[in-house]
């Protein structure tokens, strides 16, 4: 049995337990948002989500090292380090809209090992371990759509393209391909690997944000890339496309 088949039970603990927490926030008008010092939302529903976690994961393997993102880093370094994000998509949570996930990745020497995506109010659990992905235990991939005509193009923040990247090449992609919608941050890289979507693209992320999706996106047969097609765990934005499709895309992203 592969090291991810056996850790599966465990990572669907810690989506059980965030769920836990996070579905009794989710449209409550009690809901109280805060703003970090980066100008970016947060909840008591991140927070504690990330509290449970973090708890049941130093319990169960006190020598692995966590980086998430409300409560920072502890021994990065490790041979495993757990990469979490309990509410990926604050802004669309705090909002009342669905397009948002909790995030769970686990690392061996600084690689992706093992990434899922949690939807707990839909309950879809999305594991992939960079071989195969699935969905609610089933199988799933990415379209082999090749014609830029066809693609459903994807992205959370059109002005964050603007602010990090060069917005007239992301926008002659627009013009080039069926329809693009924010239906973004992890939810849509779930849209991805369960074939609804065919491109999605994020100017700039943090490590928890795209750590755990890498292995769901290449374990249902994508390509996942910095927004030049480099390493994505060496950058700070993402590119995801099927392979037929992928050097097109990243082609138009980058022309001169």
């Known amino acids: 049995m592969k090291l991810s088949e056996t850790l599966l039970p465990f990572v669907q603990k810690l ?46 393997y006190p020598s692995h090292g966590i980086i998430g993102e409300e409560f920072g880093t502890k021994d990065p370094e490790a041979e495993f380090v757990w990469v979490i994000d309990p509410i990926d998509g604050t802004k669309s949570f705090a909002s009342a809209c669905p397009l948002f996930g909790t ?7 600084g690689k992706p090992l093992l990434g899922a ?3 707990p109010v839909l309950k879809q659990f999305c594991f992939g371990d960079g071989e195969t992905t699935t969905c609610n235990g089933k199988p799933v991939q990415f379209r082999t759509t090749s014609r830029l005509e066809e693609v459903r193009l994807l992205t959370t923040d059109i ?25 973004g941050d992890c939810y849509g890289y779930l849209l991805l690997a369960t074939g609804w979507a065919d491109v999605m693209l994020d100017p700039i992320m943090n490590p928890w944000d795209f750590l755990p999706v890498i292995p ?41």
Do not use: C
């Open 15 to 60: 989506a059980e337990k965030s769920a836990a927490v996070i579905t009794p926030y989710f449209a409550n008008n009690n809901l109280e948002v805060e703003m970090k010092e980066d100008d970016t939302p947060v909840t008591h529903a991140d927070r504690n989500a990330e509290t449970v976690m973090r708890d049941l994961i130093e319990k169960t």
């Open 103 to 109: 995030l769970i990745g686990l690392l061996h020497e």
């Open 117 to 119: 995506i949690h939807q």
């Open 159 to 183: 002005q964050n393209i603007e602010r990090h990247q060069n917005r007239k090449n992301f926008d002659t992609l627009v013009e080039s391909v069926h329809f693009m919608r924010t239906w």
């Open 216 to 256: 769901v996106i290449t374990g249902a047969g994508g390509m996942i890339t910095t927004w030049e097609g480099g390493d994505p765990v060496k950058g700070d934005s993402i590119v995801a496309t099927n392979k037929i499709l992928h050097g097109r895309v990243i082609e138009i992203l980058n022309a001169p």
